[in-house]
């Protein structure tokens, strides 16, 4: 993955921005909160009660030695979940001679680097060798997301654990689950809202773009043409625009070339994201439209103002995620032994 991995790329984009003063104000909110009841946290205890050690053994060097597949394994989760549930669907691969393509391939995965699937391999395969069959590819998931969350400073939370795998990974099934750079307000909460996820979720949530990275394709249109006005949007800071515009050419470029998307602390799980809406510094349409869009600035600005809240607000909106569709037994699931192959 070439995101601008020569570091004067990034750095450079940084000290562009590193002068924003960002200030933002306080407020009140609810949250909805929705329980699962198969799932536990302690669903290995006896079968294998390391499983979070061993994992986590994998995600912290994976951590030092590629630390981009962090933020790809969170958005790898997220896709999981949106797409027939979090049943580690997206990880199975195409077969050859086969009818249709699976999740993995679908053009909206296309891209999640390599390094993401092998990294959930080695983890799988650590697994097999100290508790055979015991535990699900989605459960890895899950897991291995939240330690990325902490790696890179956000919060440590219980995952609670008990999917199976599932046994369907259909590539046309996953353009209408998830949710585009341009989606409008009104299609992002009847999504979220499809997923059994609230405004506040989706606020929340949107928030896991406190790091990692974007492709320019996601941009182009909003610095250079705006809904073919020739214009960039108008809700953009001319400094931000700048820089996207100094990685992102119009036409032609590097397919490759990344931005990323907390332009203050692109590295810290922490909430500057949100600050950075205010300061109209988002990067993507759907990130600055949560703060022009009356039913979500005021989580937006809670958010900004609060980190510990929005920690608390992650990890319940992650759980909440997390339970979407989840499969149990073997009459709708399997334990797959290798994660990428349909037993
Ligand atoms: C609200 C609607 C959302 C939209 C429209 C959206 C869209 C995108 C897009 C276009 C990218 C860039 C992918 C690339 O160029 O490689 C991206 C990256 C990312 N998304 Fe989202 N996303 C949304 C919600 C979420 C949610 C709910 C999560 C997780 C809870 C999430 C986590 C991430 C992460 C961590 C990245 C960075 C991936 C990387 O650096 O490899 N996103 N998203």
Avoid at 15 to 28: D, G, P, Q, R
Avoid at 100 to 127: H, M, Y
Avoid at 155 to 180: C, T
Avoid at 327 to 340: A, D, Y
Wanted: charged fraction near 25%; hydrophobic fraction near 35%; aromatic fraction near 10%.
């Amino acid at each position: 993955m070439s995101f601008c991995s020569s570091p004067s790329c990034t750095t450079l984009f940084i000290i562009l921005l590193l002068t924003i003063t960002i200030t933002s104000k306080a407020s009140k909110n609810d949250t909805t909160h929705r329980r699962h009841r198969q799932l536990s946290i302690d669903y290995y205890a006896k079968t294998c009660p390391q499983v979070e050690k061993l994992i986590g053994s994998i995600t912290s060097q994976q951590f030092k030695d590629a630390p981009f597949i962090a933020p790809a394994t969170i958005r790898l989760f997220f896709h999981d979940c949106f797409v027939e549930g979090c049943d580690a669907s997206i990880l199975i691969s195409s077969q050859p001679g086969s009818k249709e393509l699976a999740e993995r391939d679908a053009l909206d995965n296309k891209d999640f680097p390599v390094e993401v699937f092998t990294s959930i391999d080695k983890v799988k395969a650590l697994l097999e060798s100290n508790c055979p069959g015991v535990v699900s590819c989605a459960d890895i998931l899950a897991i291995s997301s939240r330690d990325y969350v902490n790696l890179a400073g956000g919060p440590y939370y219980e995952v609670k654990k008990g999917r199976w795998d599932g046994k369907k990974s259909k590539a046309s099934q996953v353009y209408s689950n998830l949710p585009r750079a341009n989606s409008t307000m009104d299609e992002l909460i009847r999504l979220f809202n499809s997923k059994g996820l609230s405004i506040e979720d989706l606020v929340i949530l949107s928030g896991a773009h406190t790091i990692g990275y974007a492709h320019c394709k996601y941009v182009t249109s909003r610095i250079y043409d705006y809904h073919g006005t020739k214009q960039p949007q108008s809700n953009i800071d001319p400094r931000l625009l700048k820089a996207l515009r100094m990685y992102c050419p119009n036409y032609g470029g590097n397919e490759d070339i990344v931005v990323p998307f907390d332009v203050t602390t692109p590295y810290k799980f922490d909430h500057a994201y949100y600050a950075n809406l205010e300061a109209n510094l988002g990067v993507l349409e759907t990130d600055q439209a949560l703060f022009s869009d009356t039913r979500t600035k005021l989580h937006v600005q809670i958010m900004a103002t609060d980190k510990e809240k929005f920690f608390r607000g992650f990890i319940k909106a992650m759980e909440k995620m997390g339970e979407i569709h989840v499969k149990r037994g073997r009459k709708h699931g399997e334990k797959r032994i290798n994660c990428s192959l349909h037993v």
